[in-house]
């Protein structure tokens, strides 16, 4: 079977648009694109004759990419693997536990180990910290009409009726 005369290996040049670098491991031309009207990418620019006083180092973030030495502090601005800024309300490892069992704070017990005295007061102050909460729940069955043909169906038994007046009521919730 002939090899086609426009792939890059025949002719010897690389894909129009293409990077002129061989990748000799690779036994082929680079294929990223370059910029118009230059013969390497931006990751073979060293290559280039036209280029040889601006050198390219690798990236302090991220070594499996260049960038020119004299941008280098632009490119840490911008590049993909520079850390994000933390929002507002993230605490590093809220949620990690305690690192080592010997750190359980001496002020956590359990209920069942206070005395009768020690247990009056932690209800007064739960009492009082409750005070203020309206704390009656009040059962409001939601309903759509859209429902209406699927509830009143035969085939359809009470555990299908109680799974749809759940998923009616958590559609809600949403608003």
Not at 37 to 52: I, N, V
Not at 58 to 79: G, I, M, R, S
Request: with cysteine; proline share 6%; net charge positive.
């Amino acid at each position: 079977m002939a090899t086609s005369a426009s792939s890059p290996h025949a002719t010897g040049f690389p894909a129009e648009g293409r990077c002129g670098y061989y990748v000799e491991k690779k036994k082929r031309f680079c294929r990223m694109v370059v910029a118009a009207g230059k013969r390497f990418c931006g990751e073979h620019a060293g290559a280039a004759e036209e280029e040889d006083a601006r050198k390219r180092i690798l990236c302090p973030l991220d070594p499996k990419h260049t960038v020119y030495e004299d941008q280098l502090a632009k490119h840490l601005k911008k590049c993909n693997s520079r850390e994000k800024p933390k929002p507002d309300f993230y605490i590093q490892d809220i949620n990690a536990g305690l690192k080592d069992e010997t750190e359980i704070p001496e002020q956590l017990v359990p209920i069942s180990s206070l005395s009768e005295e020690q247990l009056e007061k932690l209800i007064k102050k739960l009492r009082k910290a409750s005070e203020g909460l309206n704390s009656t729940l009040k059962d409001h069955i939601m309903s759509h009409p859209a429902l209406h043909d699927a509830l009143n169906d035969p085939k359809n038994g009470d555990s299908a009726a109680k799974h749809l007046k759940q998923q009616v009521c958590l559609g809600y919730s949403n608003y």
